[in-house]
């Protein structure tokens, strides 16, 4: 650090080898300054002393002078006060700080700098403050002002105080309709209307869970929003409720219809199960994949409505054999269902005489017609 050598000092009278001499950090930022006093010249580190001779220096001295001032930091009061010291009879609040008595002028550094009995006196740090935005705006202006609270706090160098803020609100402007900033519970412009109450954001009602037209209704227009809804056919039905769309201009159902299977092939499993496997509405033979010619087995394989019109005989009475071989039964399909037959079989005819009770017992005992 450069020093320059000073003549005739018109403060400070050294009377000790060593003292330790207190910058202020307003002054000299995080240093301390340290005084070393050498046999014939001393250097004071720091922006307000630089080296001086011993011999140079007059005024005040440290310690008790003859006039009782006790006066140990040699800023010309005493403590206890006294009228001998060389600035009056005011007590030094800090006998061991140069830059604290009565004499100084108040900081704004939590320090009692003038030995008043408080500290910051005349500043207002502490109090509330506040910023705004658009800078120099006023509440209640035209296009909003947006007013952001912060604390008054001491300047660096203790001569004033600043207003310390959060995220100053920014004035933005509302809108236009449809605009992001319309959606997001904010007064960006500060005026007082936030999103939809807002001129700027108003616009026809759209479905999206917003009154758009600031009329007092959400989605006014759309009928059912919020009710229960089906989608599909078949296998395919889902249950849902109803919502808006996603370009808000209608409503839709919550949900998707299922995924559909086939229906088929004919006489396979899915044309029989009481199922709309496809989802078109159709359930097994009333779907066309399940249609085919008339089969004998009680089912409408053609849908025209008729079951099993292909066999005129069915259900009817039927008695094969004679005589005593004879059986009565009904028509019924065959396992392959493209035929009837007689559900009964004939009898195993016996031999009729030659001779004997058969040929006089009045029944065709071998079943060939003849009794």
């Given at each position: 650090?450069?020093t320059?050598?000073?003549?005739k000092?018109p403060?400070?009278?050294?009377?000790a080898l060593?003292m330790?001499?207190r910058?202020?950090k307003?002054?000299?930022?995080?240093c301390?300054?340290?005084?070393?006093?050498?046999?014939?010249?001393?250097?004071?580190?720091g922006?307000?002393?630089?080296?001086?001779?011993?011999?140079d220096?007059?005024?005040?001295?440290?310690?008790?002078t003859?006039g009782?001032?006790?006066?140990?930091?040699?800023?010309g009061?005493g403590?206890p006060?006294?009228s001998g010291?060389?600035n009056?009879?005011?007590t030094d609040?800090?006998?061991?700080?140069?830059?604290?008595?009565?004499?100084r002028?108040?900081?704004?550094d939590?320090?009692?700098?003038n030995?008043?009995?408080g500290?910051?006196e005349?500043f207002?740090?502490?109090?509330a403050?506040f910023?705004f935005?658009?800078?120099?705006c006023?509440?209640?202006?035209?296009?909003?002002?947006?007013?952001?609270?912060?604390?008054k706090?001491?300047?660096?160098?203790?001569?004033?105080t600043?207003?310390?803020t959060g995220?100053?609100?920014?004035?933005?402007m509302e809108?236009?309709?449809?605009?992001?900033n319309?959606?997001?519970?904010?007064?960006?412009?500060?005026?007082?209307?936030t999103?939809?109450?807002?001129?700027?954001?108003?616009?026809a009602?759209?479905?999206?869970?917003?009154?758009?037209d600031?009329?007092?209704?959400?989605?006014?227009?759309?009928?059912g929003?919020g009710?229960?809804?089906v989608?599909?056919?078949?296998i395919?039905t889902r249950?849902?409720?109803?919502?808006?769309?996603?370009?808000?201009?209608?409503t839709?159902c919550s949900?998707?219809p299922?995924?559909a299977?086939?229906?088929?092939?004919i006489?396979g499993?899915?044309?029989?199960d009481?199922?709309d496997n496809?989802?078109?509405?159709?359930?097994d033979i009333n779907?066309?994949?399940?249609?085919?010619p008339?089969k004998?087995d009680?089912?409408?394989?053609?849908d025209?409505g008729e079951?099993d019109?292909?066999?005129p005989?069915?259900?009817?009475?039927?008695?094969?054999?004679?005589?005593?071989c004879?059986?009565?039964?009904?028509?019924?399909?065959s396992p392959?269902?493209?035929?009837?037959?007689?559900?009964?079989?004939?009898g195993?005819?016996?031999?009729?005489?030659?001779s004997?009770?058969?040929?006089?017992d009045?029944?065709?005992n071998?079943?060939?017609?003849?009794t």
């Amino acid at each position: 650090m450069k020093t320059t050598k000073y003549k005739k000092h018109p403060i400070l009278n050294i009377g000790a080898l060593n003292m330790p001499c207190r910058m202020r950090k307003s002054f000299c930022g995080a240093c301390c300054c340290v005084l070393v006093l050498f046999a014939t010249q001393m250097t004071f580190a720091g922006p307000r002393f630089a080296r001086v001779d011993k011999a140079d220096f007059v005024g005040p001295v440290l310690g008790n002078t003859a006039g009782g001032c006790i006066d140990l930091d040699g800023d010309g009061y005493g403590n206890p006060g006294d009228s001998g010291c060389p600035n009056g009879a005011a007590t030094d609040c800090n006998n061991g700080d140069f830059f604290i008595n009565p004499g100084r002028p108040e900081l704004c550094d939590e320090v009692d700098n003038n030995c008043a009995g408080g500290n910051n006196e005349g500043f207002d740090d502490g109090d509330a403050c506040f910023a705004f935005d658009p800078p120099g705006c006023t509440p209640g202006d035209a296009g909003g002002c947006c007013v952001t609270g912060g604390t008054k706090l001491c300047t660096l160098d203790g001569t004033g105080t600043f207003c310390l803020t959060g995220n100053i609100h920014q004035h933005e402007m509302e809108g236009p309709g449809g605009a992001a900033n319309c959606f997001n519970g904010e007064d960006d412009n500060c005026d007082g209307l936030t999103d939809h109450a807002d001129p700027n954001c108003q616009t026809a009602e759209v479905c999206n869970g917003f009154d758009d037209d600031n009329n007092g209704t959400v989605d006014n227009g759309f009928a059912g929003l919020g009710i229960p809804c089906v989608v599909g056919m078949g296998i395919c039905t889902r249950a849902g409720t109803t919502v808006c769309t996603d370009d808000g201009t209608g409503t839709r159902c919550s949900v998707n219809p299922g995924n559909a299977l086939t229906e088929g092939p004919i006489g396979g499993a899915r044309c029989l199960d009481n199922l709309d496997n496809d989802c078109d509405g159709l359930t097994d033979i009333n779907d066309p994949n399940c249609q085919g010619p008339e089969k004998c087995d009680g089912l409408d394989n053609d849908d025209n409505g008729e079951i099993d019109e292909a066999f005129p005989d069915l259900g009817q009475a039927c008695s094969p054999g004679l005589g005593q071989c004879q059986r009565f039964g009904t028509i019924v399909c065959s396992p392959d269902m493209f035929h009837t037959f007689c559900n009964v079989t004939p009898g195993l005819p016996e031999p009729e005489g030659p001779s004997g009770i058969t040929c006089n017992d009045g029944i065709d005992n071998d079943c060939d017609g003849f009794t």
